[in-house]
Structure formats: structure tokens, C-alpha cells
């Protein structure tokens, strides 16, 4: 079952882009402040996805709520910019958060999100349990047991019919 939490928000955390500067950076650096800086403080709901701080960042429209198979309702946020899109996502009861680049700058983006991972400061080992790969994606999960809960990470790096997309998920569930 999962459960909201200050946990992730008291990891060690990246100093996050300021709106001057957001607006210079590709969408890769984008991706890693969201999913290192902004996704701990909108499952601690210091932030909010429709708040200043986001807006700020440029995700001014409207919020869009989806099913995720995983952890249920989800309120999301994009933005696009030149060849592709950013997307952010939230459980609205969980601890849970995804940030997507959509289209062909992914590639550049699940690299950067992958490669920062050690920001999070926790030590994550491979979850084969959420892992697979095709011939269209890969799906990497690592977990960690943290403060008596599972901390999971997915990186999802994918291209076929249905498109291009990186995406970083994280959640915390009770033991």
C-alpha cells in the first residue's frame, strides 16, 4: 500500500533550475531538476503541480488526470518545446512521481536521468521484479529498502509504433 511521505523530500537533493535559467536548459537538464528536485517536494506537498513553482517553469496548462495500472490516479502537467514534450505526473494519493520527455530528445533525457541517479543518495539495486525489456523498450527497476519503506526507481527508454519516450518513475510503498 502506498502511502504519502516526507521521505522523499529529505533526501539529498540538487539545487533546482530557477525560472531565469530553466528556460536555457535543454529538456534533459529539465528532466533531471524534475525528477530530483521538484518530485520530492510535490509528494512531500511543498509544491504543487499547479503552483508557482511550476508555473514558473513553464507548465501553465491545465492539469489532465490519467490511470496509471500502477498507483492509480494521477494528475499530470506538460510542456512542449521545439521537437518534443516534458510531462510531469503526480499520485494524488501516493507516493508517486514520473517525468517523461516525449519524442527525440529522450535519448539525451534517459541518459541524464540515469546517469544522476546517485543524487537521490540512496543505494538502489536491481528490482528484476519490475524490470523487462522488448524490442521497443527497456524497462530498468531498482529498489531500496529506506526508513521502513521500499524506495523504487523505474527507467523506462523506449521507441517503436507508439513513439518515443524516457521516462523516470518513483515511488515508496510500506514494507
Known amino acids: 500500500m502506498f502511502r504519502a511521505t516526507a521521505l522523499l523530500a529529505t533526501l539529498s537533493i540538487p539545487l533546482p533550475l530557477s525560472a531565469a535559467t530553466v528556460q536555457q536548459a535543454s529538456l534533459a537538464e529539465l528532466a533531471v531538476d524534475l525528477a530530483y528536485d521538484k518530485c520530492p517536494k510535490l509528494n512531500d506537498d511543498e509544491i504543487k503541480l499547479d503552483g508557482a513553482e511550476m508555473k514558473a517553469l513553464g507548465f501553465v496548462e491545465a492539469l489532465e488526470s490519467r490511470q496509471h495500472p500502477r498507483v492509480g490516479s494521477?494528475?499530470?502537467s506538460g510542456l512542449k518545446r521545439g521537437d518534443s514534450e516534458i510531462v510531469i505526473g503526480t499520485g494524488s494519493?501516493?507516493?508517486y512521481c514520473q517525468v517523461m520527455v516525449i519524442g527525440p530528445q529522450?535519448?539525451?533525457?534517459?541518459a541524464a536521468l540515469r546517469s544522476n541517479l546517485d543524487q537521490l543518495g540512496i543505494d538502489f539495486a536491481?528490482?528484476?521484479a519490475?524490470?523487462?525489456s522488448n524490442e521497443y523498450s527497456t524497462i530498468e527497476g531498482l529498489s531500496a529498502k529506506l526508513d521502513g519503506m521500499i524506495v523504487s526507481v523505474?527507467?523506462?527508454n523506449g521507441s517503436g509504433p507508439g513513439g518515443q519516450?524516457?521516462?523516470f518513475q518513483i515511488f515508496a510503498m510500506d514494507q
Open 130 to 132: 519490475i524490470s523487462t
Open 154 to 156: 523505474v527507467f523506462i
Open 126 to 128: 536491481p528490482d528484476p
Open 74 to 76: 494521477i494528475q499530470i
Open 106 to 110: 529522450r535519448v539525451a533525457a534517459h
Open 165 to 167: 519516450v524516457a521516462a
Open 93 to 95: 494519493e501516493t507516493t
